[in-house]
């Protein structure tokens, strides 16, 4: 059985989970976050400080930092992660639809790569990995964006933001490429396994009524108790829901950077001439 510990960053709501196999001490960075003040345009390491630090001090070995899906809601922090303790840094291999996405809408011009080659490793649906001692296998689970990806180590599977805690419900679904019918057959396959099967979320904004924020949960309280998806609840209800919903949601504050960080794999833009990195923003695009 895994061990994970998880590191809570509350600006952005997020959970970065190391996870390691005790016999071996082969670890995996999930989900890192980089700290951006969009106002300062600065951005800063000290939470993936504290997962180096948590690894060092846990004589941890890093294997592997896997992201989830192409965040829009935080920038990652694997790459400054990988410079201090080495590790692969991978996700889905369709990335690189979400880089064609992005890339036009940004502009990014020739220089960006749309082939995922920003990453160690592209995984494809049901490929199979090990972390250390411990079998792991890669689920493709779109949705929430073309490209998202669960990772099952063991008995933990890391499922980035299809669910949510079951008070809380589900992911947003009308990103570009995002689809809600895809969602809802995304999760009905995560909730497949067996029900003891730990659960890590990516994000939680603490449900009303809720005290503390919280982070793992399992299949089978999924099952019977999330708010949007529980046992029962159909397609056709669901994409009703996750439609109506998603059309009084605003924009996440961090999009803009978020994207195009992450889907260099969290690198920031190439200096321009005069030496300075930029985030673009679209303006009045329709």
Same mark, same amino acid.
Request: charged share 20%; net charge neutral.
């Given at each position: 059985m895994p061990l994970v510990k998880t590191f809570f960053d509350n600006t952005t709501f997020t959970a970065t989970h190391v996870v390691h196999d005790p016999a071996t001490r082969e670890a995996a960075v999930v989900d890192s976050v980089m700290e951006y003040d969009p106002a300062a345009g600065r951005t800063a390491h000290h939470h993936a400080q504290e997962v180096v630090d948590y690894i060092r001090a846990s004589d941890l070995k890093l294997q592997w930092l896997l992201e989830t899906h192409v965040h829009a809601d935080h920038l990652s922090a694997a790459p400054w992660i990988q410079e201090q303790l080495g590790g692969k840094l991978a996700?889905?291999?369709?990335?690189?639809?979400?880089? %064609?996405?992005?890339?036009?809408?940004?502009?990014?011009?020739?220089?960006? !790569?749309?082939?995922? @080659?920003?990453? %160690?490793?592209?995984?494809?649906?049901?490929?199979?990995?090990?972390?250390? *001692?411990?079998?792991?296998? !890669?689920?493709h689970v779109p949705g929430h964006t073309p490209a998202d990806m669960a990772y099952v180590i063991g008995d933990a599977a890391?499922?980035?933001?299809?669910?949510?805690?079951?008070?809380?419900?589900? !992911?947003?679904a009308d990103f570009p490429?995002? %689809?809600?019918?895809?969602?809802?057959? *995304?999760?009905?396959?995560?909730? @497949?396994?067996?029900e003891q099967t730990r659960l890590f979320l990516c994000h939680d904004y603490k449900a009303p009524g809720r005290? *503390?924020?919280?982070?793992?949960?399992?299949v089978g309280a999924e099952r019977a108790h999330n708010v949007h998806v529980h046992e029962g609840v159909g397609e056709d209800e669901?994409? !009703?829901?996750?439609?109506?919903? %998603?059309?009084?949601? *605003?924009?996440?504050n961090l999009l803009m950077p978020s994207v195009q960080v992450n889907m260099r794999g969290g690198h920031l833009p190439e200096a321009e001439e005069n030496g300075t990195r930029y985030i673009k923003i679209p303006i009045d695009r329709v």
């Open positions: 996700i889905g291999a369709d990335i690189v639809r979400v880089q %064609d996405i992005f890339g036009k809408l940004f502009n990014a011009g020739t220089r960006f !790569a749309r082939n995922g @080659s920003q990453f %160690d490793h592209l995984f494809h649906d049901g490929e199979t990995f090990m972390l250390g *001692s411990i079998p792991a296998i !890669a689920l890391f499922i980035g933001d299809t669910l949510f805690m079951p008070d809380y419900g589900t !992911a947003r490429g995002g %689809d809600a019918r895809m969602l809802y057959r *995304s999760i009905r396959r995560l909730l @497949s396994l067996p005290d *503390s924020f919280a982070w793992e949960t399992t669901f994409v !009703a829901m996750r439609t109506g919903r %998603d059309a009084t949601l *605003s924009m996440p």
